[in-house]
């Protein structure tokens, strides 16, 4: 499991069997998640930092297809336009399925019952497609969502893209 370091300023209060008025301040556990068009990952904190949980490819999907690229634009005489065709009606298949894929994983680490809130950063139109499949009772868990693929961001560098969105980093 690969690590980094983040100062964690969100806490939540544990009741203990022999608690009485000094209650223990617990940080509060965050499950990531970062999609892409082809790739997702799962992180999560873990100590004062981030972890990366599992990182998964639509190749490791028979059902999703492999060629998930965005259309043709067209210009014309007229002006620009676009022109959707068979190759786009198969990237938006392929984003739908392998949505299904990403929402899944994380109904899956979820259920583990390790993690107060989750956290999803994705592109618009997988976010759109990954809001459609998350199960409903995960909706009220999800704590912040950013319009942004950070797939490719290096586990080190991605506490500056949540820094104000998320307490914990």
Known sequence: MRQINVAPTAFRLS???NSNLGREMKPISYLYL???DQDFRLLCT???G???ISARNA???PNVAHDIR???SLSHAGGAGFEVDAHSTKVEVGRGRFAKHVAAALAV???KGTYDRIVIASGPKMLGEIRHDLPKDLHAHVAAELHKDLIKV???DLPSHFAGTVPAI
Do not use: M, S, T, Y
Request: proline fraction near 4%; glycine fraction near 20%.
């Open 59 to 61: 190749e490791a999907f």
């Open 109 to 111: 680490e979820w259920a």
């Open 154 to 156: 290096p586990l080190h």
């Open 46 to 48: 873990h100590g004062n």
């Open 70 to 72: 965005g259309g043709k």
């Open 50 to 52: 981030l972890a990366e």
């Open 34 to 36: 970062l999609a892409g």
């Open 15 to 17: 009741e203990g069997k």
